[in-house]
């Protein structure tokens, strides 16, 4: 018994001391490991890369900007039904655990212990907590090294955070595939839907998805993900958190995902978005953008850019097929299965309702052909093949521009097209309505440019077309495009008349002219369009209708070069306008943004508008970091509520570039444009508009810029290598531009009413004889007009001409008072400018 007694005493005091020395081993190993622990209190302060989104006008999205996909949720908006998803796949015992799931950890050594030699990776039993500790803090190295500092870190975390935010943490963190991170993105990315609206199925595939989103992809490894995503729903129901018949219909589910672009996700708003993107990375930086979590709100209007990239790309197409068919984009081998050869070549993903095809074959009646497949979210080409035929109706625009048959319409389908022919084509419309499996040709146009629609009394860009694609081009012309506006500069030079003492009524000659430009540039002899003819003395209205150039030579002449400079520096058109009377005409290069507004200010009164694309910026935290509009709101704020007090006012300190009563008179000159000038073919609009068109040397560019009361337009057609875009009145921007702005501003202004021009205070509106200028006499209406002047002036009462011909017959001045080769400007003489 004593031996016994001994015996047992030593076993005691034996496991007393290996007790003891093990847990002085696991003291030394826990110290060991604690010793360079990373701070886990930069949890608290955890700000991670979210994705900047850009909105427009209604709340639609218009882009997303980010390197890691992320949208941040507090977990009090995440539903229930997404939590216990997440807590079935991953931790089940989350909210009973204190950071280590020992359970887990045994079946996990167990099944080490069984697979050790297999080189197998060793099977996890991590805890949300730990999945934390690892994704914020450690590093994926696969060792028990890490796997303690996990387990240690996990613990003092609990310990710090609550459960809801250790929860939030890994929900936002957690990589999900296809560029997604947190459950917020994922949802947006595989379904296109926000969080609330996941069904059962859903939330347990994106559950599913943070061990290994590779191997679960939904298209590629379609069956085991779909396993997977039922393994997740029969953990729900085994937990008690769905009905067994919730479940049974989720399993039933197919696992459809969509296929969700990072570009811009409102039609015809790439060039618009890319714009805004570079823009936010000039104000913030690339980290700002990228991973700083902007909410923009833009100015943009969808259905007005539906509206104008509609008119555009409408008369950019008019006058490309004009021109004639320039052949297919290339040729295709269509033996075997010529649609994944077809799926390989590069489409415009932007130009809907067109759709790359290939010819199979073609008879004189008709060619069939064949669609590119689309394809499917892994990148597979679709195995559907969808047909459809091109008759004589589909390419009857589609005459030969070289050989014996150029400028020929076609009488057969296979003059036009050959089998292996790589073409465009988009549904056959006949009397408004789509003709069944009936396409017509298309092709790209070579000719582009550009259109911008503001807001004249803010500057808000409500619609931008850069060009004809932007997958076809990233170039945009509205603003980037230096182009020269040609005539539809003409009525900031006459604004500068206006307002320096001119009157509507003010009498120029239109007559040849000729400038010596000094230093051997030889003379220039200014010309109108319709070259040799000329009308003698005519109004200033007369002149800006017709856009006669002889006549805004002789203005030029008369008010000088440097002030036409610096009204183009207060509008904006130019930084610095060189002192030669060549670009009283149009000849130095400027934007179409710059153009629009300009014509802005002339608008609304003459108040300078900062062009932006933006309304407001705010950070992650919904804090405002940018407003455009800077008026002062003086009574906005009511804290006690409403008690009768006045209405708010808008305080409005902005710049006065251009008298009001200025503005309005070019205003009323520029109507006289649309309404018996260059750009009558705008008048079918059936509102209120004023504009003047543009056309440069030898017909390069065409403008049209103008005005309605609620907004301003300004357009460009050209070549992005210059060239001529034909001869005589066909290829001016009357012809070419003002029929695209006539398309815009139909559908723009349909809903709103036909509102004048406001008249400002002080305008006298005077009857005068529309071709002299001069008073109308007592009862006279007969070739009259109501006219506008300011105090002091009125209609004259006799003739005082500007650029009367001198004794030398040349119908210009002396050469005395001709061009000076030193100023590069027409010196004015001390006679009042009466000459």
């Known amino acids: ?258 296929n969700r672009s990072n570009g811009a996700h409102t039609f015809a708003g790439e060039y618009f978005a890319e714009e805004v993107r570079r823009d936010i990375f000039e104000r913030y930086g690339e980290k700002k953008l990228y991973e700083g979590g902007l909410s923009v709100r833009t100015t943009l209007d969808p259905k007005i850019q539906v509206m104008a990239r509609k008119a555009m790309v409408t008369g950019l197409v008019n006058y490309d097929e004009q021109q004639g068919y320039r052949g297919a984009m290339s040729k295709l081998d269509i033996s075997g299965d010529w649609g994944v050869k077809l799926a390989e070549i590069k489409s415009l993903s932007d130009i809907s309702p067109w759709r790359m095809a290939v010819v199979l074959e073609t008879s004189d009646q008709s060619a069939r052909i064949g669609f590119q497949p689309s394809r499917e979210l892994g990148g597979a080409v679709s195995k559907q093949r969808e047909t459809g035929l091109i008759t004589a109706d589909g390419v009857r625009w589609a005459r030969a521009v070289q050989g014996g048959a150029k400028g020929k319409t076609p009488t057969a389908v296979s003059q036009v097209l050959q089998p292996g022919d790589v073409i465009y084509a988009d549904p056959l419309y006949k009397d408004g309505q789509p003709v069944e499996g009936q396409y017509r040709l298309r092709q790209i146009p070579e000719v582009s440019g550009a259109m911008v629609a503001m807001d004249p009394w803010t500057g808000r860009v409500l619609a931008m077309v850069g060009g004809f694609s932007f997958d076809q081009s990233q170039f945009n012309r509205a603003t980037q495009a230096y182009r020269q506006p040609g005539s539809s500069f003409k009525p900031i030079v006459y604004s500068a008349a206006l307002d320096n003492g001119y009157t509507p009524s003010t009498v120029v000659l239109d007559a040849p002219i000729e400038i010596d430009q000094g230093q051997g540039a030889g003379v220039w002899r200014p010309e109108n369009f319709s070259s040799g003819k000329f009308q003698g003395p005519v109004t200033l209205r007369n002149a800006l209708r017709q856009s006669l150039n002889t006549v805004t030579v002789r203005l030029a002449q008369d008010i000088g070069m440097p002030l036409i400079g610096e009204y183009a520096r207060r509008f904006g058109v130019y930084d610095e306008l060189p002192n030669y009377l060549s670009y009283a005409l149009g000849a130095g290069e400027t934007t179409a943004m710059r153009m629009v507004t300009a014509y802005s200010m002339l608008a609304n009164g003459g108040r300078r508008v900062k062009p932006t694309l933006i309304d407001r910026i705010q950070d992650r935290y919904g804090h405002t970091i940018f407003k455009h509009d800077q008026r002062e709101c003086r009574g906005c704020d009511a804290p006690g509520g409403w008690k009768n007090q006045a209405e708010p006012q808008l ?185």
């Open 651 to 835: 305080i409005d300190r902005r710049e006065q570039v251009l008298d009001s009563m200025t503005a309005y008179q070019i205003t009323e000159l520029m109507e006289g444009v649309v309404q018996a000038g260059t750009a009558t073919v705008v008048k079918a609009v059936g509102k209120p508009i004023a504009g003047k068109t543009g056309t440069t040397n030898e017909a390069k560019d065409a403008w049209f810029v103008g005005f309605s009361p609620d907004v301003a337009v300004a357009i460009y057609m050209g070549y992005d290598k210059p060239r001529p875009l034909g001869k005589g009145n066909a290829a001016t921007g009357g012809h070419l531009a003002a029929p695209i702005a006539r398309d815009f501003l139909q559908l723009a202004l349909a809903d709103k009413p036909a509102v004048p021009f406001k008249v400002p205070a002080g305008i006298k509106l005077v009857r005068v004889v529309a071709k002299t200028g001069m008073r109308a006499g007592p009862g006279e209406t007969g070739g009259t007009i109501l006219e506008a002047f300011k105090p002091g002036t009125a209609p004259p009462d006799n003739y005082s001409v500007i650029g009367v011909a001198d004794a030398d017959g040349r119908g210009g001045m002396p050469a005395s008072q001709q061009q000076q080769p030193d100023s590069g400007f027409l010196m004015r003489p001390g006679t009042g400018g009466l000459w």
């Open 1 to 258: 018994m004593r031996l016994l007694v001994r015996f047992m005493g030593f076993l005691f005091a034996a496991g007393t001391v290996v007790f003891l020395v093990g847990v002085g081993a696991v003291a030394g190993l826990i110290w060991h490991f604690s010793k360079d622990l990373p701070d886990y209190s930069q949890l608290q302060d955890y700000e991670p890369p979210v994705m900047t989104r850009v909105h427009a006008v209604d709340g639609s999205l218009l882009g997303e900007y980010a390197k890691e996909r992320r949208l941040y949720l507090p977990i009090q908006a995440v539903p229930k039904l997404v939590i216990n998803a997440f807590l079935a796949a991953e931790d089940k015992n989350f909210y009973e655990h204190g950071g280590i799931d020992y359970t887990g950890m045994a079946r996990a050594g167990v099944a080490y212990i069984q697979n050790y030699g297999s080189n197998r990776r060793p099977q996890g039993a991590s805890t949300i907590t730990q999945q934390v500790a690892k994704n914020f803090l450690l590093t994926n190295e696969v060792s028990f090294a890490r796997k303690i500092k996990e387990a240690l870190l996990a613990m003092r975390i609990e310990k710090t955070y609550s459960k809801d935010k250790i929860l939030e943490l890994y929900l936002n963190e957690i990589y999900l595939g296809l560029g997604a991170y947190g459950i917020a993105a994922a949802s947006l990315v595989y379904f296109d839907k926000s969080v609330n609206e996941l069904t059962v199925a859903e939330a347990s595939y994106l559950a599913a998805l943070p061990k290994m989103p590779a191997t679960l992809h939904p298209v590629r490894n379609r069956d085991r993900a779909i396993e997977r995503r039922n393994y997740v729903i029969d953990r729900l129901v085994e937990n008690g958190w769905i009905k067994q018949a919730d479940a049974d219909k989720a399993r039933k589910e197919p696992l459809a995902v969509t």
